[in-house]
């Protein structure tokens, strides 16, 4: 059984947490959840790792940290980095995967950075990341853990260089994380966090559609991924060392049936090779796109 204290909104601790924050961005940030309901006192959890309390909340935020490259918050740069920023799709999927007593808040710091200090504390954070993305991926596993609120971190950078991930956060996801998603919330609700947990090369029947209903409306394009992995092996390429040599694809139905879930107008297909290389990878590229 694993107990999680909560600190009342207005108290010294509470302000003490805000003084930490640092500073936000002025802009209006949209905070999108699966559910919305009060904060609770003290929380504890069954055995089988569901909430003990009736009506108990399990919160998890899913967070894409700011890129110093590219943010939809520097428009007066350049108009163009609208059509830059891309959804975190992986944090999507995440989501879809994640059980229905879990209430999921999806951030993306490229929106504009969260009021952290205003909002409830989660019981779990998820952290992805690019080498770009890492050093602030860094900060917030260090304001969150400081708090008391485990940190997983997965994606490329954590999975290529997890010697340097491993000390700053209290869980690695290597690999896709599809198949050791749902352990890692059962053992986080459970108080039982591995170090480390290899997700290897998911099979298609592992992936679920992407949560499209938690983002805000402020992206160019909606975002899709229809294949995975790549033979090529290109020099200049991490793909296959990331996502494999063997060339997976989803079922053509779940892509449109996923497809018509998107609300924006546009949509980015994300694949890093989606046609393939054989006339079988072919020939189910042009049903998709007959479809």
């Given amino acids: 059984m694993r107990l999680a204290a909560r600190v009342p909104a ?3 601790a509470a302000l003490a947490r805000s003084a930490q924050s640092g500073q936000p961005n002025a802009r209006l940030f949209h905070v999108a959840r699966a559910a919305m309901a009060p904060t609770v006192g003290i929380r504890t959890w069954k055995e089988d790792g569901s909430p003990m ?9 899913l967070i894409n940290p700011s890129n110093r490259l590219v943010s939809i918050v520097k428009l007066e740069e350049s ?22 007593e879990w209430e999921v808040t999806l951030l993306d710091e490229n929106t504009g950075l969260p009021h952290y200090h205003e909002m409830p504390l989660p019981d779990l954070v998820g952290i992805t990341a690019f080498t770009s993305q890492a050093p602030r991926a860094y900060e917030i596993a260090a304001r969150f853990r400081r708090l008391g609120v485990p940190v997983v971190m997965g994606g490329i950078h954590a999975t290529m260089c997890v010697d340097e991930v491993m000390p700053r956060v209290d869980s690695v996801v290597t690999g896709e994380a599809d198949a050791v998603w749902p352990q890692v919330l059962e053992d986080a609700a459970r108080g039982r966090l591995e170090r480390r947990y290899d997700g290897g090369l998911a099979g298609m029947d592992a992936v679920r559609p992407a949560r499209h209903d938690l983002l805000p409306a402020e992206y160019a394009f909606g975002a ?11 020099t200049f390429c991490s793909v296959t060392a990331f996502n494999g040599a063997r060339y997976r ?37 042009k049903a998709l796109f007959r479809a």
């Fill in 10 to 12: 207005g108290s010294p």
């Fill in 53 to 61: 309390t009736a009506g108990g909340i399990v919160r998890l935020y």
């Fill in 79 to 100: 108009r163009w980095n609208r059509y830059r920023v891309w959804q975190p799709l992986s944090l999507m999927v995440l989501a879809g995967l994640t059980p229905p």
């Fill in 224 to 234: 899709i991924q229809t294949t995975r992995g790549c033979p090529m092996n290109c």
């Fill in 249 to 285: 694809q989803r079922p053509v139905p779940e892509v449109v049936n996923e497809f018509r879930s998107i609300p924006e107008k546009m949509v980015l297909v994300v694949d890093d090779n989606l046609i393939g290389t054989r006339p079988e990878h072919i020939a189910r590229a």
